[in-house]
């Protein structure tokens, strides 16, 4: 197999350092790899399989010769320089939302629309973390008995905020043990240590905010059905990392929990944990702290969705994944690993 020069655009942050980390585990051909970041950040150094790698300014100059490149920066800086790279000849995977709904950019979870991948030209867009994470397991439900609305409240993780978010909570839980003053927030809107923040993103004329709609928009070009109704409260909480979501589904077609059940236990990318009757609570559902850097989406408290009026058709379950990895790093290193297949 042939040897791919890669660059992370965005190698410093969250996202990025954790891509590094990814093209190692999934052995990703990799022959040279290339760092770019912000000026604050070059002639720093960042590992990747052992040896250091010295960071570079990110410039339309700096994708020269890339076969693959990966993005890890914000939707301004994706836009200013992601085209350049395209016109080198490199292939984009993009983790912002600048690209996502573009019509001529497939939005893919490898898991679910893999062959979408075929259509790029230049750009394959990674959904939003909390899509991500509602989507894995929602997916094979939707196979057996075709989804039709979703009511969805997240429980998303300060690291969604990148490493200020992550910094910023660190800062303040670290304060409160000491008794210190909690320091004033910039990465939130609000302190969120001992608090929760109902706003991610900004609020449209209806009400709710970006991130909210970023669900039901992803969600109907990533499954393919245009009339996906969702209704999605997103809510910021004091955990590092690792989101939460509820999540209840109404179907076109009668599903039973034991089928269900049996989907989700045998669906890629989904790990079922879900035994009402284990002794500790870290086997009888998931939970943020048990999800953190690993890849699956843990899904549990499946149950029938008692206020459907057809019980047939309605399901409720909790699910938790790392954000950090299959909300953003695993799935863009999944998706660049279809690019060399
Ligand atoms: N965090 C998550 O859980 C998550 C999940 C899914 C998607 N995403 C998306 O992934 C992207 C990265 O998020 P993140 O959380 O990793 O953010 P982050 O931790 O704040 O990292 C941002 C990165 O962008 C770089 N950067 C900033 N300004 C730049 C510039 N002018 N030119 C080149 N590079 C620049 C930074 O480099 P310096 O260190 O040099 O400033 C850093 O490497 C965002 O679009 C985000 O929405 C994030």
Same mark, same amino acid.
């Given at each position: 197999m042939k040897d791919y020069t890669v660059a992370i655009l965005g190698a410093t942050g969250a996202v990025g350092t954790q891509m590094l980390t990814c093209l190692e585990e999934q052995e990703f051909p990799v022959g040279t790899i290339k760092l770019l970041a912000s000026a604050r950040s070059a002639g720093k150094t960042l590992k990747f399989r052992g040896e250091?790698?010295?960071?570079?300014?990110? $410039?339309?100059? %700096?994708?020269? @010769?890339?076969?693959?490149?990966?993005? !890890?920066?914000?939707? =301004?800086?994706? #836009?200013?320089l992601l085209p350049a790279a395209v016109e080198a000849g490199a292939t984009v995977v993009d983790n912002s939302h600048a690209f996502r709904m573009d019509p001529d950019v497939p939005l893919v979870i490898p898991e679910i629309n893999a062959d979408d991948v075929a259509w790029h030209k230049g750009i394959i867009a990674n959904p939003n973390c909390a899509t991500i994470i509602a989507l894995?397991?929602?997916?094979?439900?939707?196979?057996?008995?075709?989804?039709?609305?979703?009511?969805?409240? $997240?429980?998303? %993780?300060?690291? @969604?905020?990148?490493?200020?978010?992550? !910094?910023?909570?660190? =800062?303040?839980? #670290?304060?409160?043990?000491?008794?210190?003053?909690?320091p004033e927030p910039k990465a939130f809107a609000a302190q969120l240590v001992?608090?929760?923040?109902?706003?991610?993103?900004?609020?449209?004329?209806?009400?709710?905010?970006?991130?909210?709609?970023?669900?039901?928009?992803?969600?109907?070009?990533?499954?393919?059905?245009?009339?996906?109704?969702?209704?999605?409260?997103?809510?910021?909480?004091?955990?590092?990392?690792?989101?939460?979501?509820?999540?209840?589904?109404?179907?076109?077609?009668?599903i039973t929990l034991d089928e269900a059940r049996e989907a989700l236990a045998?669906?890629?990318?989904?790990?079922?944990?879900?035994?009402?009757?284990?002794?500790?609570?870290?086997?009888?559902?998931?939970?943020?702290?048990?999800?953190?850097?690993?890849?699956?989406?843990?899904?549990?408290?499946?149950?029938?969705?008692?206020?459907n009026p057809n019980a047939a058709r309605g399901i409720t379950f909790w699910c938790c994944g790392d954000q950090i990895r299959k909300g953003a790093a695993t799935n863009a290193v999944q998706i660049a690993k279809l690019l060399v297949k």
């Open positions: 250091d790698v010295v960071i570079e300014e990110a $410039t339309p100059a %700096a994708f020269e @010769g890339c076969d693959i490149v990966l993005g !890890a920066a914000d939707d =301004a800086v994706a #836009k200013q894995v397991p929602t997916w094979p439900l939707h196979q057996l008995a075709g989804v039709k609305r979703m009511i969805v409240s $997240t429980y998303q %993780a300060a690291s @969604g905020a990148g490493a200020p978010g992550m !910094a910023e909570l660190e =800062a303040q839980i #670290k304060a409160m043990g000491s008794g210190e003053a909690i001992s608090n929760l923040i109902p706003q991610i993103g900004g609020f449209d004329d209806e009400g709710y905010t970006s991130e909210e709609m970023k669900l039901q928009n992803e969600g109907r070009k990533i499954m393919h059905l245009p009339e996906l109704a969702v209704c999605c409260t997103c809510v910021r909480v004091p955990v590092l990392r690792s989101h939460s979501e509820s999540i209840t589904l109404e179907f076109e077609r009668d045998t669906a890629p990318g989904v790990k079922l944990v879900d035994d009402r009757s284990a002794e500790s609570a870290h086997d009888r559902f998931p939970m943020p702290i048990d999800t953190s850097d690993q890849d699956l989406i843990w899904v549990g408290r499946l149950r029938r969705d008692i206020s």
